[in-house]
């Protein structure tokens, strides 16, 4: 298909090619805009119908939107505007350059440029900075009738018209009411008996992730957004929140790997912003680590009377990296999810106890087996290795189960006790436990 | 609220208790009966209306639901499995066990029988798995007031009435329709002509993992699902989507952290379960890491003549571990998330060369300037610690960025070249470089 149209587009046969754009689906002709280079992404763009255009538009990336608004008149700058809803284009116009916000606004009538400022304002990862002002609001004194023939009328420009929203006159929101409910109704009810006034709402202030987290608890599909005055301002769709519990992940997934969190892309993102976000861990890692360097230090005799020993200190640094590491992220998961509460902590502590005690005799048979049979390491140092990765496979499962918790009880974001910062403690946990062990069963 | 529905539980004051619950929502009533004990939660759910019993059934855990089912008569069983929305039926059934399942499936028609066994059969993460079958269907040759009446009538049982769906006599899905689309047009206008043809659809063994990142890419709110035969055979709805999100998610923490991945919550998971998921992976990484070691004692006289070098082993090899792994935590999350292609390998490549140069400077820096003027090291161990830090700090970024990307070609997992297998990697590679150092700058 995509052949087709750069075949049509190369050989300027223009009327072809917009009757193949208007079969396709939006999203795929913006994924053929992204590909082709800019002059002709202006003509593919120009080619589309009005309608078609703005839905094409909210899917484009903001490189290749900025370049679409620098090649079109200010009368086509100004319908698309009116015609993206409220949240696509207060997503667009964040992200572009001061020139072209100008530009932008020049476009917009007088009230709406207010409401893009106030929008604008909302802080970032806010319910105000997802909502869309694009909602169908109903009155508790219409009847369905009313209602739906309100939705007939005014229906097309909203975001979702599934769930309508009855406000009294300052707005104040006193109950919502399902599309479904309003077909399968009687069509002379009154909307006052029918809606549902046990509302699950956010304020604009609150965070995305509280809101993701109540789309998830309530299967919801829109949330509606109400002011300090308790006003409705606006609703959130799940399209939305799809995007900000992907979010929320890449952001886990940054911390736990000891990283600032971001949602720039990856490709997207400056090389100075990438170095900028590691390096602070990186740093805090490093010099704990130089003291997990002393612990060696302290022991240098140790080592120098049994050489053999420095040979084992990689795996077993390692293998208590990884286990404590297996175990703070289940948990550190188990808290995100609320699947896990602060109250489960002697839960888990118990159920890592168990857990380690298995993991550990297994890896400490296997591992006596291999250096001791196989590798014909000598059987006290071999004794010393097993016992250190046993006590270091426990220690370090429970320690890894445990910090996530604490640093939830205590506020902190259980992300930061993943896998570098245990691994730090869990290392200098297992030197601190190989040479005592070595000096209690060699001798030394 | 909850305090007050405890204390009227325990005074056993029914009439008032059922008038506090029905205020409630579904998903809090749930919640307070999974904090109850057995015996009262029965007592609970027994005082809820019929269709309001359904719906918190749906939300209890498989516990909860089990207990239920235990405790109350076979008609009631009938009742809750009539009303139950089919996906929410497997789901529950799935978990149950085998004595419970047959007493459900004596309680319910044999052609539902039938169909439950049909879906029981399809493989877990398949988009069967997820579906439901109650979705509204449409004939073309109908109107649009013909179709309205046709959902009035049906609807209530849907899970979903928002999009319909076109078929025809042998059930193949000609189109869709959105109930926005019928509500806002012409009663007289026929299906046909205002239906959507292009639709976005999948089958019924195809992964979930597909099917949520078409939800993403299209904005869904449900999708259809054919059989081999192109027959519609159910529906998947976007509230069923999030939890698939969070749980491919949640896969992809457990592999990043060395584990199979599992989808039963860390709390309900039996110690042996949680102990097997976890050893395969240290096993493997133990006896790498011993390779790691063997590095170390071939290089016995360089640490035996100059012992502090060993003190600077755990610095090099973590902070080398937690740079590669920043690196390959950032391309696997980006290809998961499609932000990043095969086709990126040397964009990728060049990336992670600018940032880690970057980052490779300052903290070798700040690591002379600690151990050479505060540790008082000698100067050419400094030297030495330093450059190796360097060198080190670039091949794990170069190799944490890189991996993923050649595991994607070669159609593994990314995820599996995360932290653990990096970390391993790149400790090998940093003892090496870091005798090699000692040896040239010392000169032994």
Same mark, same amino acid.
């Given at each position: 298909?995509?052949?087709?149209?750069?075949?049509?587009?190369?050989?300027?046969?223009?009327?072809?090619?917009?009757?193949?754009?208007?079969?396709?689906?939006?999203?795929?002709?913006?994924?053929?805009?992204?590909?082709?280079?800019?002059?002709?992404?202006?003509?593919?763009?120009?080619?589309?119908?009005?309608?078609?255009?703005?839905?094409?538009?909210?899917?484009?990336?903001?490189?290749?939107?900025?370049?679409?608004?620098?090649?079109?008149? #200010? =009368?086509? /700058? %100004?319908? $698309? @505007? +009116?015609?993206?809803?409220?949240?696509?284009?207060?997503?667009?116009?964040? !992200? &572009?350059?001061?020139?072209?916000?100008?530009?932008?606004?020049?476009?917009?009538?007088?009230?709406?440029?207010?409401?893009?400022?106030?929008?604008?304002?909302?802080?970032?990862?806010?319910?105000?900075?997802?909502?869309?002002?694009?909602?169908?609001?109903?009155?508790?004194?219409?009847?369905?009738?009313?209602?739906?023939?309100?939705?007939?009328?005014?229906?097309?420009?909203?975001?979702?018209?599934?769930?309508?929203?009855?406000?009294?006159?300052?707005?104040?929101?006193?109950?919502?009411?399902?599309?479904?409910?309003?077909?399968?109704?009687?069509? #002379? =009810?009154? /909307? %006052?008996? $029918? @809606? +549902?006034?046990?509302?699950?709402?956010?304020?604009?202030?609150?965070?995305? !992730? &509280?809101?993701?987290?109540?789309?998830?608890?309530?299967?919801?599909?829109?949330?509606?957004?109400?002011?300090?005055?308790?006003?409705?301002?606006?609703?959130?769709?799940?399209?939305?929140?799809?995007?900000?519990?992907?979010?929320?992940?890449?952001?886990?997934?940054?911390?736990?790997?000891?990283?600032?969190?971001?949602?720039?892309?990856?490709?997207?993102?400056?090389?100075?912003?990438?170095?900028?976000?590691?390096?602070?861990?990186?740093?805090?890692?490093?010099?704990?680590?130089?003291?997990?360097?002393?612990?060696?230090?302290?022991?240098?005799?140790?080592?120098?009377?049994?050489? $053999?020993?420095?040979?084992?200190?990689?795996?077993?640094?390692?293998?208590?990296?990884?286990?404590?590491?297996?175990?703070?992220?289940?948990?550190?998961?188990?808290?995100?999810?609320?699947?896990?509460?602060?109250?489960?902590?002697?839960?888990?502590?118990?159920?890592?106890?168990?857990?380690?005690?298995?993991?550990?005799?297994?890896?400490?048979?296997?591992?006596?087996?291999?250096?001791?049979?196989?590798?014909?390491?000598?059987?006290?140092?071999?004794?010393?290795?097993?016992?250190?990765?046993?006590?270091?496979?426990?220690?370090?499962?429970?320690?890894?189960?445990?910090?996530?918790?604490?640093?939830?009880?205590?506020?902190?974001?259980?992300?930061?006790?993943?896998?570098?910062? $245990?691994?730090?403690?869990?290392?200098?946990?297992?030197?601190?436990?190989?040479?005592?062990?070595?000096?209690?069963?060699?001798?030394?």
């Amino acid at each position: 298909m995509n052949e087709r149209i750069l075949e049509l587009l190369k050989n300027k046969n223009y009327k072809e090619l917009r009757n193949e754009l208007i079969e396709l689906n939006e999203v795929n002709i913006a994924d053929i805009i992204e590909e082709v280079d800019t002059s002709e992404a202006v003509i593919l763009f120009r080619l589309l119908p009005k309608d078609m255009a703005v839905d094409v538009f909210s899917y484009l990336s903001n490189e290749q939107q900025m370049n679409i608004i620098n090649s079109i008149t #200010d =009368k086509e /700058i %100004e319908h $698309i @505007m +009116n015609e993206l809803y409220f949240d696509d284009m207060i997503d667009f116009i964040e !992200e &572009m350059p001061a020139y072209v916000v100008k530009k932008i606004l020049k476009n917009t009538k007088e009230d709406e440029r207010a409401l893009i400022n106030q929008f604008l304002n909302y802080p970032d990862n806010s319910a105000g900075s997802l909502m869309t002002i694009e909602y169908v609001d109903l009155r508790k004194d219409m009847t369905v009738a009313e209602a739906i023939k309100h939705i007939k009328e005014t229906g097309i420009e909203k975001e979702t018209i599934y769930t309508c929203y009855v406000i009294d006159g300052s707005r104040k929101l006193e109950g919502i009411i399902s599309l479904r409910k309003l077909v399968t109704c009687d069509e #002379d =009810k009154k /909307i %006052e008996d $029918i @809606m +549902n006034t046990d509302v699950i709402y956010v304020h604009t202030h609150d965070d995305q !992730e &509280m809101v993701a987290s109540l789309f998830k608890k309530y299967d919801l599909i829109a949330i509606p957004v109400l002011d300090k005055e308790e006003r409705l301002v606006g609703i959130i769709t799940i399209d939305d929140i799809v995007d900000v519990i992907e979010q929320e992940n890449t952001e886990d997934f940054q911390k736990m790997a000891g990283m600032e969190p971001t949602d720039i892309e990856y490709l997207d993102a400056s090389v100075f912003t990438l170095a900028k976000n590691r390096i602070a861990w990186l740093l805090i890692l490093m010099i704990s680590a130089t003291f997990t360097g002393r612990i060696i230090q302290r022991y240098e005799e140790v080592l120098q009377s049994v050489a $053999i020993l420095a040979a084992f200190i990689p795996m077993l640094m390692d293998t208590g990296g990884n286990a404590g590491s297996q175990s703070s992220t289940l948990v550190i998961r188990g808290l995100a999810l609320e699947e896990i509460k602060t109250k489960d902590f002697f839960k888990v502590v118990f159920k890592e106890f168990k857990v380690s005690f298995i993991v550990g005799i297994v890896l400490s048979i296997v591992n006596f087996l291999r250096i001791y049979f196989i590798e014909k390491i000598n059987f006290k140092v071999s004794l010393t290795v097993t016992i250190t990765l046993f006590i270091t496979i426990m220690l370090a499962k429970i320690v890894g189960g445990v910090l996530p918790i604490i640093a939830r009880k205590f506020k902190l974001d259980p992300a930061i006790m993943a896998s570098p910062l $245990i691994t730090t403690i869990v290392d200098a946990v297992a030197l601190i436990v190989y040479f005592t062990c070595a000096t209690i069963i060699l001798g030394i």
